[in-house]
T-cell receptor
């Protein structure tokens, strides 16, 4: 079974621009969560989607948004990029949103904002 | 108070030794606990899950859970240089997949 895929793998943007990242979960998995990882803050939860609905949202500004499609693929968007948005963005998929099922991470998208 | 706390290390052990990684959490109702391994420049990889008090063994890895003390640990027996990585403890809330991650413990196994 194929793992979680994320595109693009690397991205360089300038301040003020916007960016869209994509995630395809493991086949059969319907829950997709997004995390931001930085050296200083570690792994921080962004949001979780299940059945095209956002179920949980972390403590991030409204510039960070996401959505999920009917095939469970998910996208996240960051508008008006800031230097501090430079990070590894990780998508994780799981079968359901119960909190007891295992989450599997994709390879991540490395975003650099200059 | 942080949801999940880990000793950031770095932890160094000689090859063949037992590495012990510890994690405490604040949510008393948490029901499941996960350990991830993250190599430098890579994404986290799930290596262990534990749901009940006691020990769970999988090859060279043993996860230990004590819900009364809100403590979960990971033991790596016969440590190998390939075990050198950062180990992340993850604790989801009672419902939902909003996992709380510790900051990770950096482990170096010295040949």
């Amino acid at each position: 079974k194929a793992g979680v895929t994320q595109t693009p793998r690397y991205l360089i943007k300038t301040r003020g621009q916007q960016v869209t990242l994509s995630c395809s979960p493991i086949s059969g998995h319907r829950s997709v969560s997004w995390y931001q990882q930085t050296p200083g803050q570690g792994l921080q939860f962004l949001f979780e989607y299940f059945s095209e609905t956002q179920r949980n949202k972390g403590n991030f500004p409204g510039r960070f948004s996401g959505r999920q499609f009917s095939n469970s693929r998910s996208e996240m968007n960051v508008s008006t990029l800031e230097l501090g948005d430079s990070a590894l963005y990780l998508c994780a998929s799981s079968f359901d949103p119960s909190g007891t099922t295992k989450q599997y991470f994709g390879p991540g998208t490395r975003l650099t904002v200059t | 108070q942080k949801e999940v706390e880990q000793n950031s290390g770095p932890l160094s052990v000689p090859e063949g030794a037992i590495a012990s990684l510890n994690c405490t959490y604040s949510d008393r109702v948490s029901q499941s606990f996960f350990w991830y391994r993250q190599y430098s420049g890579k994404s986290p990889e799930l290596i262990m899950s534990i749901y009940s008090n006691g020990d769970k063994e999988d090859g060279r890895f043993t996860a230990q859970l004590n819900k009364a003390s809100q403590y979960v640990s990971l033991l790596i027996r016969d440590s190998q240089p390939s075990d050198s990585a950062t180990y992340l403890c993850a604790v989801p809330p009672n419902t939902g997949n909003q996992f709380y991650f510790g900051t990770g413990t950096s482990l170096t196994v010295i040949p």
